[in-house]
Structures are given as structure tokens and as C-alpha cells.
Antibody
Framework: QITLKESGPTLVKPTQTLTLTCAFS??????????VAWIRQPPGKALEWLAV???????GYSPSLKSRLTISMDTSKNQVVLTMTNMDPVDTATYSC????????????WGQGTMVTVSS | QSALTQPASVSGSPGQSITITCTGS?????????VSWYQQHPGKAPKLIIY???KWPSGVSNRFSGSKSGNTASLTISGLQAEDEADYIC??????????FGSGTKVTVL
């Protein structure tokens, strides 16, 4: 059974850097074709795709946020880490990580998400 | 990279069919046959119901079907049931290891 669980601070101050961790089980990020992505959803607003990392360490970033995002993986710990710099109140959202399997182009399993509020 | 456009809400009576559209551009939906659809009930994580435009993951009802024409993908729910009341979100691969999500559609069963 594949599970993903996000963790990180619930409150960050403007200009700070946010670091989120996605701890997963049930699959390996060394398996060909597998990937883990991050998305976010501000309260009452639409989902926004942020970044993806693949088994071969290839990465993709949202063009509008690319300069602020870094995604990385620790295969020994079964974790994917997302950092976002220069946080702003508009970045207040629920952040979730998603599993992309190696058999199709889709996100098979989603984490429950973690709410992050940006406020001074 | 703009969000894919979906109608905010669609409604139908039990047994009817409804269609939800997902309009993108030639940079995403129009170029890649890699549109997926997700169903989200309140308080739950989204569930994959359609991938690669018109394929079903195992265990998903074939009352859900997908299609694509030009820059617009569509999800049709046939034989609408009360349990289908949920939010539906589309997603498309947009090239260069990027993706774009839709704005989401709330389906109400009257």
C-alpha cells in the first residue's frame, strides 16, 4: 500500500524559507519511471502544481515559481523535500505531495496535505 | 502556464449524464494526450478516475469516460448517482516535466 505524508511548519513569517518533507512508503524512488510531485491549494482556490522529481533525479518546476522552488529526494529515507524561498502571505495554502507511478502519466496517490500559513 | 479552465459547477438528476469540460491550450491539452481526472469528496484526498484522456484505473466505474478534442478535454459521468456528488479536477502534462491543473468543478446531484 502506497502512502505519502507531508510535514513541516504550520506557520512561517514573510520572507522566510519554507521546508516541507514528504515521507512515503510502499514504493521506491529508485524504480524507473516513478516520481513525486508537490501541489498546493490556497483556501477556496484552485490547485496549483509546483514541482516534480523523478527516479533519475530529473526535476520539473512551475515556470511562475521556478526561481523560488527546490525539490530534492533522499532515497535512503524515502523522503522528498520541497523548499520555497521568500514566503509571502499569498503562499498560504495546503501543500500536498503526490505519487506518480511508472505505468502511466497520472498521479495515482495523493497525500492528505499540510496547511501552511504565512503571517507575521 | 495558466490553469486549465473548468466550469465552476455542473448539476444533474440521478440517472442523467453530465459532461465537465477542461479547456487548456496548444501547450498542454492540445499537444499531449496526457490528461487525467480526479474525484475529490469533502475532506478526502483526490482519487484518480481517468488517465491519458480516456483510460480507467482498475476499480473505477466505467460510468466515467474521458475524451479530448483540440485544446479541450471532457469528462462524462453517465447514470449519475448520489455518490458522484464531489469536486472533479483535471490535469494535463504541459511538457518539459511540468503539469497544469484545472480550476475544479463541483458536481451536484439534484
Amino acid at each position: 500500500q502506497i502512502t505519502l505524508k507531508e510535514s513541516g511548519p504550520t506557520l512561517v513569517k514573510p520572507t522566510q524559507t519554507l521546508t516541507l518533507t514528504c515521507a512515503f512508503s510502499g514504493f521506491s524512488l529508485t524504480t524507473g519511471g516513478v516520481g513525486v510531485a508537490w501541489i498546493r491549494q490556497p483556501p477556496g482556490k484552485a490547485l496549483e502544481w509546483l514541482a516534480v522529481i523523478y527516479w533519475n533525479d530529473d526535476k520539473g518546476y512551475s515556470p511562475s515559481l521556478k526561481s523560488r522552488l527546490t525539490i530534492s529526494m533522499d532515497t535512503s529515507k524515502n523522503q522528498v523535500v520541497l523548499t520555497m524561498t521568500n514566503m509571502d502571505p499569498v503562499d498560504t495554502a495546503t501543500y500536498s505531495c503526490l505519487y506518480r507511478g511508472n505505468t502511466r502519466e497520472a498521479f495515482d496517490i495523493w497525500g492528505q496535505g499540510t496547511m501552511v500559513t504565512v503571517s507575521s | 502556464q495558466s490553469a486549465l479552465t473548468q466550469p465552476a459547477s455542473v448539476s444533474g438528476s440521478p440517472g442523467q449524464s453530465i459532461t465537465i469540460t477542461c479547456t487548456g491550450s496548444s501547450s498542454d491539452v492540445g499537444t499531449y494526450g496526457l490528461v487525467s481526472w480526479y474525484q475529490q469528496h469533502p475532506g478526502k484526498a483526490p482519487k484518480l478516475i481517468i488517465y491519458e484522456v480516456n483510460k480507467w484505473p482498475s476499480g473505477v466505474s466505467n460510468r466515467f469516460s474521458g475524451s479530448k478534442s483540440g485544446n479541450t478535454a471532457s469528462l462524462t459521468i453517465s447514470g449519475l448517482q448520489a455518490e458522484d456528488e464531489a469536486d472533479y479536477i483535471c490535469c494535463s502534462y504541459a511538457g518539459s516535466r511540468t503539469y497544469v491543473f484545472g480550476s475544479g468543478t463541483k458536481v451536484t446531484v439534484l
